[in-house]
């Protein structure tokens, strides 16, 4: 039997969500009442009636520190009057999981979901955590609601808690008794499968048995790496148990607290062990590479997709996966393709498909929370962003896992009735390109400027924005702003573009995730028509011509005002 204690509490003010929820370095979670003080004002941002007697939902990527969050989430959640708990199994769950699992309850009965999770970013004690919080929904709380949570963070006094030391399971089901104004109150913690309910799911969405056919073929040859984060389950139950890929194709699917030292970012910095097999820097022609290679980040919302010694940019990705939908039944499955939406510096490679098509193309500032109107009002099917992230209306996160589902069935369309040599991603990516021409695509991060640094860039790139214009016929310069059609709240100062007349843009961004000092993104993307040369090097093309890199030094001066010679990562 437990009883329920209210401990006062000072205030911190730095519990800003930021593009998705909360990431901090392990130690500043580790100060006192900072977990408790943040999920307590999560709950003080809603009614009463929102959460109690309702269901919280809990999973999170297995990062270190973790289960200490997890073991107070479920006594701060009891002490304020939840109904029931739905832990996935040890925690462990990814964000699209949790998104399902939400979205799973019965209608009216769910408060939300917290996942625990800082993505991408390092785990361990030195590194970094996160917390989350998803609506009803299943999609993270809105902007207005993250400003809400952040308020009443600075104004806390004092939060509800179960006073007991007790550890409550993690891998069975149980039960809390509650002591409440003389009546006792029982709170079942139930638990759920890490990996079951969504293997079922994309068992509905995708014809797995057409996805089998394509495993079946000898010139097939699939890897993954799940770089010890938690889509490692979710490939073994699918890739391997039902599509019987071999074990040794599967590299790191066993979910690390530190991710092994790793930092679980699909992309060509961090990826390496899959870059290699892939040759994607061409450094041993002769050797044969495998036909697709794929890997996830740490909660296995992002994905990578590699043809043979060739990467497929998340912005192509999405147009490729748009210019197929018709053959995907997870895309399909409620009649045609209702519209798509790509985060702004996503590449406007989509644009074309969905022009050519009719679709309606929607243009949302970065971070996933954005597309959830848009996917709730049924504006669009599908969505990404040039961070490696695609998804759709099945649930309200980036969904990695699926994606590598999509792309498994384009190719095993294409090859249907193909008893000659496998049409293969590069062959699927050339036929694009040579109907909507090729948007070159890359990334430069400089990352840990300090604050006035910081302030510098802004300016300059305020002041650049009017010289922009000035330097060619046609060019247009912006700060972003987005005016959400759903709901009409706007967003203002969400990135600067240049842009070119024929739509081959220098964007600039702060990062939003970072878990210390500011980082700036700077995104190039360059259009070449169909009868252009779409088979260059990105790096040369970038910089061949009008010298974009070279543009974006001048038009910040970043590395005057920062004192740096290059970016930190390119990717
Ligand atoms: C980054 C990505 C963004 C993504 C977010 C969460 O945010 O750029 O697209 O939604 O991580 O995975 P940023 O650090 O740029 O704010
Ligand atoms: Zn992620």
């Not at 902007?143 to 550890?167: H, P, Q, R, W």
């Not at 809390?176 to 079951?196: D, L, Q």
């Not at 005016?483 to 007349?501: C, E, F, M, T």
């Not at 040369?540 to 009008?546: A, F, L, Q, R, T």
């Amino acid at each position: 039997m437990s009883k329920i204690k209210e401990v006062q509490t000072k205030p911190y003010t730095d519990q800003k969500m930021g593009t998705s929820g909360l990431r901090k370095k392990v130690k500043v979670y580790q100060q006192e009442n900072y977990i408790e003080n943040f999920i307590q004002s999560v709950f003080d941002s809603y009614k009463p009636e929102d959460y109690k007697g309702k269901t919280l939902v809990i999973g999170g990527d297995g990062r270190f520190y973790n289960d200490v969050a997890i073991q107070l989430t479920i006594k701060i959640g009891v002490a304020n009057g939840v109904g029931k708990i739905v832990l996935a199994e040890n925690g462990l769950m990814s964000t699209p999981a949790v998104s399902l699992l939400i979205r799973s309850q019965p209608k009216g009965e769910c408060y939300g979901g917290f996942i625990f999770t800082a993505s991408h970013n390092p785990g361990g004690p030195n590194e970094d955590m996160g917390i989350k919080f998803n609506g009803d929904n299943g999609a993270a709380i809105p902007e207005g609601k993250n400003n809400e949570v952040f308020e009443a963070s600075k104004k806390i006094t004092k939060y509800l808690i179960l006073d007991t030391n007790e550890k409550f399971p993690m891998d069975k089901p149980s039960e809390i008794k509650v002591e409440e104004n003389g009546t006792v109150r029982t709170v079942k913690i139930e638990i759920e499968s890490t990996t079951k309910r969504y293997v079922e799911e994309m068992q509905k969405l995708f014809d797995f048995d057409l996805i089998k056919t394509l495993f079946k073929r000898d010139d097939f040859h699939f890897i993954f790496d799940g770089l010890n984060g938690i889509s490692g389950p979710y490939a073994i139950a699918i890739f391997q148990d039902i599509f019987g890929v071999p074990k040794e194709n599967l590299d790191k699917c066993k979910p690390l607290p530190d991710f092994g030292g790793l930092h679980p970012d699909p992309n060509l910095v961090h990826a390496k062990d899959l870059d290699a097999k892939m040759d994607v820097f061409k450094k041993d022609l002769s050797k044969k590479v495998p036909d697709f290679g794929a890997a996830c980040d740490g909660d296995a919302d992002r994905n990578i997709i590699f043809g043979p010694r060739m990467l497929v940019s998340p912005s192509d990705s999405l147009a490729a996966i748009t210019n197929n939908a018709d053959l995907i039944k997870s895309l399909t499955r409620n009649g045609p393709l209702k519209g798509v939406a790509r985060s702004m510096p996503t590449s406007g490679a989509v644009d074309r498909v969905a022009k050519k098509k009719g679709l309606q193309c929607y243009e949302v500032p970065t971070g996933w929370k954005f597309f959830g109107n848009l996917l709730d009002d049924g504006r669009i099917t599908l969505c990404g962003e040039e961070s490696f992230g695609t998804g759709s209306d099945h649930i309200r996160e980036k969904d990695g896992v699926w994606a590598i589902l999509c792309w498994l069935t384009i190719l095993a369309q294409k090859n249907k009735d193909n008893k000659g040599k496998l049409i293969g991603i590069p062959e699927i990516m050339q036929e694009h390109w040579k109907c909507y021409g090729r948007d070159y695509y890359c990334r430069y991060d400089y990352e840990d400027l300090n604050n006035e640094q910081a302030a510098k860039v802004k300016e300059n790139l305020n002041k650049s924005l009017e010289t922009w214009k000035t330097m060619k016929e046609g060019n247009e310069a912006c700060v972003f702003e987005y005016n959400d059609p759903v709901d009409h709240s706007v967003s203002k100062n969400q990135g600067w573009i240049y842009k070119y007349k024929n739509g081959s843009r220098i964007i600039f961004r702060f990062s939003g995730t970072s878990s210390a000092g500011a980082t700036v993104r700077i995104y190039f993307e360059k259009h070449v028509d169909p009868d252009g040369n779409l088979l260059a090097d990105v790096a040369d093309v970038v910089k061949s011509g009008d010298n974009f890199p070279e543009l974006a030094v001048k038009l910040s001066d970043i590395h005057n005002v920062a004192g740096r010679t290059g970016p930190t990562v390119i990717t």
